[in-house]
């Protein structure tokens, strides 16, 4: 896997996880789930061995991953009551 082919990978699950949290800001719980498995198959990629990128390079992995969390941050701050009405669902 290339440098550009890593920042392609996070560039694609910070636009999937930017979607994921507009899908659940409306409620759309379906369209979340779908992404997620969007992200899974994503992530799959990484296990093949991710090079470790430097500079700008880095820099903008780190500006990504920072969108990410803040985007899962935001799912889960969303999810979270929904998931507490499910017996059995609660999270910790």
């Known amino acids: 896997m290339t440098s550009s082919?890593?920042?392609s990978m996070y560039e694609n699950i910070a636009g999937l996880t930017n979607?994921?949290?507009?899908?659940?800001?409306m409620g759309d719980w379906n369209s979340v789930?779908?992404?997620e498995a969007m992200c899974d198959t994503e992530k799959r990629a990484m296990s093949t061995g991710?090079?470790?990128?430097?500079?700008?390079q880095?820099?903008?992995?780190?500006?990504?991953l920072k969108q990410i969390l803040a985007n899962d941050r935001e799912i889960r701050d969303l999810s979270d009551p929904w998931m507490n009405q499910i017996p059995?669902?609660?999270?910790q």
């Open 19 to 25: 979607h994921m949290a507009a899908a659940a800001r």
């Open 5 to 7: 082919e890593v920042l």
């Open 88 to 91: 059995g669902m609660a999270r």
């Open 50 to 56: 991710v090079p470790a990128l430097e500079g700008a």
């Open 58 to 64: 880095r820099l903008r992995k780190i500006d990504l």
């Open 33 to 35: 789930s779908r992404m």
